[in-house]
């Protein structure tokens, strides 16, 4: 079988990981590292928050924020393929607080935050990563969750979407606002902040 590269670093670091077979895209080591450094930077304190794998495929980045003590990690992924990878993959890492969900990620997060169960959310770090060249699957994936009726985000969440480098996913969405790009070879990662609404001035009495 297909490796999906590593767990970096943490409880797991060394660790390889089972990529879910032809047709899948797993994150390259390169890629993982450069996300999880630029979430240390943006974030005071990245892994006390809890962690959103959409798209999970092998898992790999749900498993590597656990590794770095995230305290929970929700793993969204449809394929029972890919689902089963993802079990074998926390068997090999030995990590806790993972929650597997098999589902239609827009199915899932259309329902809310609520309907899935409170003590998983709202989180503080998403990753998105659906197929490429499924640029409105990305575009209704960040939609959703950038809509604050739902519940999904953190006021200070960092969202990453990974994408082919020439389908740009969308500069805002909801309350999500794009920051910042970053490109390799043909993956690029775009970072969305939650926009804090602005505040009215009250003028001197």
Known sequence: MAEAGRVITGSAGGIRLLAPGEGTRPISDKVKQSLFA????????PWSAR????????????????????PC???VE?????????AENLRRAKVAGAVVVRSDVLRYLAAGVR???????????????PPYAQTALLADTLRLLGDPSLGWLRDDAVVIAKHFWKDAPPDGA?????????????????????????VAEVPPA
């Open 73 to 75: 990690a929700v793993l």
């Open 51 to 70: 962690f959103l794998d959409l798209f999970a495929g092998s898992g790999a980045c749900g498993i590597e924020a656990l590794s770095r003590g995230a």
């Open 78 to 86: 449809q394929d029972a393929g890919a689902v089963r990878t993802i």
């Open 115 to 129: 309907a899935a169960g409170d003590a998983w959310g709202p989180f503080g770090v998403v990753v998105v990563d």
């Open 174 to 198: 909801g309350r999500m606002v794009a920051v910042r790009d970053r490109r390799f070879g043909e993956t690029a990662l775009r970072h969305y902040r939650v926009a804090q609404p602005a």
């Open 38 to 45: 630029s979430l240390e930077s943006e974030l005071d304190d």
